[in-house]
């Protein structure tokens, strides 16, 4: 099979299914001729013109206000935040309208909408530029939470992502634009609310997310070596979240390792970790693990900013401290 990168992989989604669906229409910054700062959108606006791929101003509430109001009357927008530390700006269009307007109108206003923003550390883009926010989103009842690892499956969550008809958060991690990995040529979706075991193991259970799942996976072939067989679960979605597959992984390992690289306090580590401990905790033989960020703003000296992001020497230690 071919190999695509994860941006290669979005792109293809979106051109494929814009083909199929002329509602859909994607606005951003430097969306359209440049092709985006990643390259996803890159000759888009080439095929589809500019009445289908909108180059906006810099002004987020506005970008995504209009693709709300576009959504209610019948458009399939997809946005792109440049930053996901930009969704401050236009958290009252996401939080009290795009999340809320369904629910509000008894059911009857339907909201296609996918917000696509870049998130992570690791390029000394500093503190406005470089966290992971996941969990501000998974708070919020009427968004759906999607973090793809591999770009298999950046390609079939985005489209399920732009055939569904509920406003969604496609998260996408700077450091997994350039990776490869095998991707179907034809249309396929991946559904919403289920895990991916990237790795089978007996000894460990490690939920990790995004270029987490990368990092988890080098750490698993290297404790192999040792004697330790480590199982690594993507739950893919966060909004839903597979309870099941991480569940019947400790029931069977006994031990709990969640890996992320957003902070750790109050983040999505914290829920997938209480959700064990609430519904499989007389399985469990030691207590559970967290590796994640510090509660600090993300640093801009490469030195800190590389001890500030989890790494794959932490992340072999936690499975070791669990295991003994």
Not at 83 to 104: H, I, P
Not at 213 to 238: C, F, N, Y
Request: aromatic content about 8%; proline content about 5%; some cysteine.
């Amino acid at each position: 099979m071919r190999k695509l990168t994860y941006a290669q992989a979005l792109g293809e989604a979106l051109k494929q299914e814009m083909r199929l669906n002329p509602n859909i229409y994607i606005a951003g910054e430097d969306v359209g001729k440049y092709g985006g700062i990643y390259g996803v959108t890159a000759g888009l606006f080439d095929e589809f013109g500019e009445k289908r791929v909108k180059d906006t101003p810099i002004t987020e509430s506005a970008i995504l206000g209009l693709a709300v109001g576009a959504a209610a009357g019948g458009l399939h927008p997809v946005v792109e935040l440049m930053f996901v530390d930009f969704v401050g700006v236009c958290m009252d269009q996401l939080l009290n309208q795009a999340a809320k307007m369904k629910y509000m109108f008894g059911g009857k206003a339907v909201l296609p909408l996918v917000v696509r923003a870049q998130q992570g550390a690791g390029h000394q883009a500093a503190a406005q530029h470089s966290q992971c926010l996941e969990s501000w989103f998974m708070h919020v009842p009427g968004l759906k939470t999607v973090i793809p690892s591999t770009p298999y499956d950046a390609k079939g969550l985005l489209t399920t992502a732009l055939r569904e008809n509920n406003p969604i958060i496609f998260l996408e991690h700077k450091f997994l634009y350039a990776t490869e990995g095998e991707v179907p040529e034809e249309s396929y979706t991946i559904p919403f609310g289920v895990a991916d075991v990237k790795r089978e193991g007996t000894d460990v259970t490690v939920v990790a997310t995004a270029h987490m799942v990368l990092k988890s996976l080098a750490v698993a072939d290297q404790l192999a070596g040792q004697g330790i067989s480590v199982e690594v679960i993507d739950p893919r979605t966060l909004t839903p979240l597979d309870e099941d597959t991480i569940i019947n992984s400790v029931k069977k390992t006994h031990h709990l390792v969640v890996v992320t690289e957003e902070v750790g306090h109050a983040g999505s580590s914290a829920e997938i970790a209480a959700r064990v401990a609430d519904k499989a905790f007389d399985y469990l033989n030691a207590g559970i693990k967290r590796v994640t960020a510090p509660f600090t703003p993300v640093p801009f000296a490469p030195n800190l900013e590389a001890e500030y992001i989890p790494s794959e020497a932490k992340i072999a230690a936690a499975i070791k401290e669990v295991l003994v």
